[in-house]
């Protein structure tokens, strides 16, 4: 799908995209451009309320080494 140029999209907010490829997705600076950044299974529920299954997530996806913004597993490892 083709997707509109925003002038001033809002930086580091996270957005939901119904009916495309990914569930969320972001617009974050890089440098001096924006980006965005899709992640997240559009076909999968999110369970973070469920302590047990929001510690085993963050364990198999190592989030406390995601840094950087412009990575779809840093905007996953926030989101949990």
């Given at each position: 799908m083709a997707e509109?140029?925003?002038k001033n999209p809002p930086l580091n907010k996270v957005i939901r995209t119904p009916?495309?490829?990914k569930k969320f997705k972001v617009y974050v600076?890089?440098?001096d451009k924006v980006k965005i950044v899709r992640?997240?299974?559009p076909n999968m529920e999110i369970r973070a309320d469920n302590p047990?299954?929001?510690k085993n997530f963050r364990?198999?996806?190592n989030c406390a080494q995601k840094k950087d913004k412009t990575t779809a597993g840093y905007w996953s490892c926030k989101q949990w």
């Open positions: 509109k140029k925003k009916g495309e490829r600076k890089d440098g992640f997240g299974d047990a299954r929001r364990a198999r996806h």
